[in-house]
């Protein structure tokens, strides 16, 4: 993996390093999704799924990544780190796993799928009445929305939306008006499915579907009478889709990203794909057209959109080629019935989800809905998803006449428009709608509620290292924290104070809040455990995070293993560390485990002589999370609640012989070798752990 100059300026003078590239090092953590997709012991359907998730990603990572290499291409910048041959080397890298993605599937998975009585038709493969069936879909439901474009001074090529499916068409012949055009485009909508089952009666028993592009494929000629079908490749570009509003400059920032979702779908163009066998000519045309480079052209062995296949897993109804299905346990620390309230009068509960269920979160915002004693409730809003229960009882709880007040992050990157139509929901039934912060994300996740007890008013909250979001919840292991504290919650509202009235944030008595207070203290916290290793004492310091990226705690914790701390990161994703370095980062090992669930849990555990420290947060370690956000870090002070997050969120991910990879300091990643469980076997920390829940409910 190429590395990247470190720009921390006084420290890189003393003793220069490079650390790791992170666009590689996401690209990286692809390749060990990927390996999901490859694994034998992985259900069939689960495989081709996980295919699919690396074809998402790498969408993602286009779509925000690559604008800065690619104008790097033909624009050197004195300083940058993107550079012509950063472009080159990232190009590279993510041709080679393109490549190898559409290998497996058509040499490894789709052979599979057919023994299994599961296949994806070409035109070729279709029997007569199969073509008959095909042909009678295509006049009823796509021509209709097809309108090809004949490319000439009054038709110039049309606008392409991002990762839209098209077909570039070279037709032989004259026009209506005898005129040579030769190039057609045809733009297909997105309401078509890409993938459609075939009945049953055609089917002989099998599961057999058609691809969209195969079924337009079989009838180009017919969009084009009296002119004649050439060279045609189906294509799809992929366009710059972060959005920038400058927050600065916009008095409704709700109106300026709605009319910016508008031109998202038209950004710069970054890839360009197009299948194997398109003719040169046409792809360089293409490649004009979008003003791309020949890197930016990947040409494919199959369908343009392979994330698209998830529509076939759906289509099949084999549960012995899926996971056998994850049911979460009702939490160890809440009583089956009963009030949440009463509950957690008696002390703080921890939810590890998705082992135990999300619903609990639900169930606690449903009480405080439906108890007359309960003024108030605050919440903030990051990633709901499309499910509507959560919104539901904000807005009977706005019907009961509760003062609710929500803080909705509308730059919530790809949920933007989902966020912003819940906004204007809440707003129009009288709910106080906040949108954070000028110039910082409002990642933090926290619902605080109101209660009177006697002639006291008593708060509740619950933080969460993950969203509130009941789909991701069965996917994501997160960990939410329920509690009364009223050092905690007192703190808690006084964040919400501060993002709604933009006040000077109070003292904080046990929350950190990013941008002021986090990044401060876990550069404190590193830097005394290495105070504490180089006097003689015991130091230990476990993070676990999705990303590390900040190059200002990768410095920290470089220092602190060399004065002898011993440093274990479990990094998910993205890693500019060198671990294992020689004289440099001997004692730092990075570890990445990749499961059946993602792993989203943030735990930050410090430990300099006797004294021991544990927080969660809603923040990764990266400087977006420390310097452009507003995110939460809380201790977890009672010593059973912080050892449970210590034995089943660190220990286990440390010992994972199945799912873990190590990172070499060279940033390639090889399987953890090293870990091999008393019996003499490798054991999967998520596995461990789903299994232990489900023994403590004799399920």
């Given amino acids: 993996m190429p590395l990247s100059?470190?720009?921390s300026k006084p420290e890189a003078a003393a003793a220069p390093l490079s650390l790791l590239d992170r666009d590689h090092s996401i690209l990286a953590f692809n390749e060990r999704v990927f390996d999901w997709a490859r694994r034998d012991d992985v259900p069939l359907l689960e495989r081709l799924r996980y295919l699919c998730i690396v074809s998402s990603n790498l969408d993602e990572f286009f779509e925000v990544r690559a604008a800065a290499h690619l104008e790097a291409h033909s624009v050197r910048t004195a300083g940058s780190v993107y550079t012509p041959e950063s472009y080159r080397a990232l190009s590279e890298a993510a041709h080679d796993l393109v490549a190898r993605q559409y290998a497996l599937f058509n040499d490894v998975l789709a052979p599979a799928l057919a023994r299994e009585q599961i296949q994806i038709l070409s035109h070729s493969e279709r029997d007569s009445a199969q073509r008959a069936w095909v042909h009678?879909?295509?006049?009823?439901?796509?021509?209709?929305l097809l309108v090809p474009t004949g490319l000439d001074p009054a038709h110039p090529f049309p606008l392409v939306a991002n990762k839209s499916l098209n077909f570039i068409v070279q037709l032989t012949g004259r026009d209506a008006f005898g005129r040579e055009n030769d190039i057609a485009i045809v733009k297909v909508p997105r309401v078509l499915p890409r993938v459609i089952r075939v009945p049953d009666k055609l089917s002989g028993g099998r599961t057999l579907a058609v691809l969209l592009s195969s079924v337009i494929r079989a009838h180009l000629s017919e969009l084009f009478p009296g002119r004649q079908v050439g060279q045609f490749s189906q294509f799809r570009v992929t366009r710059h889709s972060d959005l920038a509003v400058d927050e600065e400059e916009v008095n409704n920032l709700r109106t300026a990203l709605r009319q910016g979702l508008e031109y998202r779908h038209y950004g710069q163009a970054v890839r360009l794909e197009v299948s194997a066998s398109c003719d040169v000519h046409l792809a360089d045309f293409l490649l004009q057209q979008f003003k791309l480079p020949e890197l930016a052209l990947y040409r494919v062995h199959g369908p343009v959109n392979l994330a698209r296949l998830t529509q076939l897993v759906d289509l099949v109804d084999t549960p012995r080629l899926m996971f056998p299905e994850h049911k979460?346990?009702?939490?160890?620390?809440?009583?089956?019935?009963g009030s949440l309230f009463e509950r957690l009068r008696e002390g703080d509960v921890l939810v590890h989800q998705p082992f135990e269920s999300f619903d609990s979160v639900l169930a606690l915002l449903r009480e405080a809905v439906h108890d007359p004693?309960?003024?108030a409730i605050r919440q903030t809003i990051y990633r709901t998803g499309s499910d509507p229960e959560l919104m539901g009882l904000l807005r009977e709880a706005v019907r009961r006449g509760k003062e609710v007040m929500v803080?909705?992050?509308l730059k919530a990157r790809f949920d933007e428009e989902a966020n912003i139509n819940w906004a204007e929901m809440l707003e129009g039934i009288g709910a106080q709608v906040v949108y954070g912060v000028v110039g910082l994300k409002t990642h933090a996740k926290m619902l605080l509620i109101t209660r009177r007890e006697g002639r006291k008013l008593r708060r509740y909250g619950h933080l969460s290292t993950g969203n509130y979001n009941p789909r991701t919840a069965r996917l994501y292991t997160d960990l939410s924290y329920f509690t009364a504290d009223d050092k905690l919650t007192s703190d808690m509202e006084q964040v919400f104070v501060h993002i709604a009235g933009q006040s000077r944030l109070a003292h904080m008595a046990r929350l950190l809040v990013a941008p002021f207070h986090l990044q401060k203290a876990m550069l404190e916290r590193v830097a005394a455990a290495g105070e504490a290793a180089a006097a003689g004492q015991p130091a230990r310091i476990i993070v676990k995070t999705n990303a590390l990226t900040d190059e200002q705690l990768v410095?920290?914790?470089l220092k602190a293993g060399q004065q002898g701390v011993r440093i274990d990161l479990i990094v998910r994703g993205a890693c500019i560390l060198p671990a294992?370095?020689?004289?440099?980062?001997d004692n730092i090992r990075v570890r990445s485990v990749v499961g059946r669930f993602l792993e989203h849990t943030r735990v930050f555990y410090f430990r300099q002589g006797e004294e021991e420290q544990l927080f969660l947060s809603s923040a990764d370690w990266m400087s977006r999370n420390m310097l452009r956000r507003i995110e939460l870090a809380w201790p977890v002070t009672d010593p059973k609640l912080r050892q449970r997050v210590i034995d089943e969120c660190l220990v286990p991910y440390l010992h994972d012989g199945c799912d873990a990879w190590a990172l070499g300091p060279d940033g390639r990643y090889t399987r953890a070798e090293d870990c091999i469980g008393p019996d003499g076997l490798r054991h999967s920390a998520q596995l461990a752990l789903a299994q232990r829940f489900a023994y403590s409910r004799g399920l």
């Fill in 5 to 7: 100059p470190d720009s």
């Fill in 136 to 144: 009678q879909y295509f006049e009823r439901e796509v021509r209709p």
């Fill in 328 to 337: 979460p346990v009702w939490p160890l620390g809440f009583p089956v019935d």
């Fill in 373 to 375: 004693a309960v003024l």
């Fill in 407 to 409: 803080v909705v992050e």
């Fill in 555 to 557: 410095r920290a914790l």
């Fill in 580 to 585: 294992q370095l020689p004289g440099v980062s």
